[in-house]
């Protein structure tokens, strides 16, 4: 069985033709052609013994998982098909009913500009220097013919990365302008997009990987700008052309996609009024700055259901109006904002499967009203306290005193009516946190599924006071949220007495280990530290699950004798 080893492309491997024979009991299918070039599984007959015969059919099961695995797992950075090429490539070599998946699985995910281009004859391109990154060109006009190892392979890739996010991206997209002369749609299949343009480094000519005739990419588009898109000296006819049809002002090239990511700041005004003829978004997060017929037209599309705004104007809302449904299928909101402008977007949510809330207050707080809070849980959509499951309130820091904030964390105790939350986080860097026990033992009351609670203390500007929450409070939260595996707070472990269960509600006492918390991450944030045998036992009673290497706990600046004493309760954990 001949086999094309231009399977593995991303490693961009030198490319030969390895032999490998199987006894397949069939005549010799000989394709015409040149096989370095014609890319199908030949089989020839061969005089294997019947015993090499079977050990030619038996491979690893571990590398048949991974084949299978990779189809479960969602395409790109860091799935097992985008990294376990190895395997996949030796499964490409056992059999044909095999091969064909195995290479499905190679070529899926894509971040190498150059590999796509590797698939054009040799002679059809060259690179202008030496340099590692040099700019592709053409070497002589693409034929018809060119297409045999191109049309194997492009048509499988479906999710494509060409941004500097993992790596400084490579030459080659300036190649694709001449390929969609030949193939259009260039990659058929193309589902997921992400992309960083840039006349730099030539990814802007990656522009022809869409197509809005096409549906393509069907599902996801990402578009990361951090500069404007602007012609340059000595640029190609072919780029300086893509240069143009980026720049329309009516964006005709921007995929109508189920998911939509935008950073593109204010290097591409026209994106706002182009997103609005957007028909099938479910998933839209961006920097813009909304303005309200954007905001309009988000607010009556049937189908979003996660919405992310980093940047919203109060005055933006005002187009709607608070007594007409508005984002009815909402189920995931981030919203940064002044609170002003928070105050005026949560009311026109009329989805009652509001499952998320993220809310980042972009301006300088001294105080937080609950019935900010109250807005998420209107009296005529009840459902809601049975639908949220996770909430993050974030604030930025100020350097001024005069601004800092003084968190109260009853203030949420409107949240409190969701029996069903799992995450709790809060960080605001805040100058003063008042943060009880009475508050721990509501939470752990009202958050019997709660697997996350995180509360930031004051990060800055900070004073030498005792935290309010003693150690031996976290036994509430043991027995009340029997699913908690992150906790992150700051206490007061400056125990001197052992731990009885009774003395704090004796829930604890009557629970067996293996109902307690699986805790996989406790910190304890800026946290004086008593005896460390007494801490490390209560730790082995609440959660009995963790372990040395999932706690954390740092002293404050103003107790160095606490670094070593939790340096002593993290060895009694181990």
């Known amino acids: 069985m001949f086999f094309d080893s231009r399977l593995d492309l991303n490693k961009q491997k030198k490319w030969n033709i390895p032999v490998c024979r199987m006894n397949m009991n069939e005549r010799t299918q000989k394709v015409p052609g040149n096989p370095s070039v014609d890319l199908d599984l030949e089989f020839e007959e061969n005089s294997m013994t019947p015993q090499s015969d079977i050990a030619t059919h038996v491979f690893a099961i571990h590398e048949l998982l991974l084949l299978i695995l990779s189809y479960f797992s969602p395409p790109g950075k860091g799935t097992i098909s985008a990294i376990d090429t190895a395997s996949l490539a030796s499964l490409a070599r056992v059999s044909r009913n095999i091969s064909d998946a195995a290479i499905d699985g190679l070529w899926r995910s894509m971040y190498r500009p150059d590999a796509i281009i590797r698939l054009l004859p040799a002679d059809s391109y060259e690179i202008e220097s030496a340099d590692k990154n040099g700019k592709y060109r053409l070497r002589r006009p693409l034929t ?273 009516a969701c029996r069903a939350l799992q995450t709790f986080c809060v960080d605001t860097d805040p100058m003063q946190l008042v943060f009880r026990d009475a508050d721990v033992h509501a939470m752990a009351a009202a958050w019997p599924n709660l697997v996350v609670l995180s509360i930031t203390p004051p990060r800055t500007g900070r004073l030498p006071v005792t935290p309010d929450v003693r150690l031996y409070t976290l036994s509430a939260l043991a027995s009340g949220c029997p699913h908690l595996s992150q906790l992150a707070l700051e206490v007061d472990a400056e125990v001197i007495q052992p731990f009885r269960a009774e003395a704090e509600g004796g829930s604890l006492a009557i629970m067996g280990a293996q109902a307690r918390p699986p805790m996989k991450s406790l910190m304890l944030f800026c946290s004086p530290c008593g005896d460390p045998a007494l801490v490390a036992d209560f730790l082995r009673v609440a959660f009995p699950n963790l372990s040395a290497q999932e706690f954390h706990a740092y002293s404050t600046p103003f107790r160095p004798v606490d670094k070593q004493k939790w340096a002593a309760v993290t060895a009694a954990l181990g």
């Open 144 to 416: 018809s013919h060119d297409f045999a190892a191109f049309d194997k392979y492009a048509s499988r890739i479906r999710f494509v990365d060409f941004s500097n996010s993992s790596r400084i991206l490579v030459r080659g997209c300036e190649i694709f302008p001449y390929i969609k002369e030949f193939r259009d749609p260039v990659l058929p299949s193309l589902e997921v997009f992400r992309w960083e343009p840039s006349v730099v480094n030539g990814s802007i000519g990656a522009f022809h990987l869409l197509s809005r005739e096409a549906s393509l990419p069907r599902e996801e588009f990402t578009l990361l700008m951090w500069a404007e898109i602007e012609h340059t000296p000595n640029e190609t006819d072919a780029i300086a052309r893509t240069i143009d049809a980026f720049n329309d002002p009516t964006l005709p090239w921007l995929p109508d996609v189920r998911k939509l990511t935008l950073r593109t700041l204010h290097y591409l005004p026209a994106v706002m009024t182009a997103v609005q003829k957007l028909e099938s978004l479910e998933y839209l997060s961006c920097d813009l700055c909304v303005d309200a017929p954007l905001f309009e037209r988000l607010a009556s599309i049937p189908c979003l259901r996660f919405i992310d705004l980093r940047h919203l104007p109060s005055e933006s809302t005002r187009s709607v109006s608070a007594n007409s449904p508005s984002f009815p299928a909402l189920e995931t909101l981030r919203i940064s904002g002044t609170i002003s402008s928070i105050y005026a977007f949560l009311p026109h949510i009329s989805s009652p499967n509001l499952l998320s809330v993220r809310l980042l207050p972009q301006e300088n707080l001294q105080s937080i009203d609950s019935a900010l809070f109250s807005l998420l849980l209107s009296p005529t959509l009840p459902a809601r306290t049975s639908t949220l499951t996770h909430f993050t309130f974030a604030g930025r820091t100020s350097l001024s005193e005069a601004t800092r904030l003084r968190l109260v964390l009853a203030a949420f105790a409107p949240l409190y």
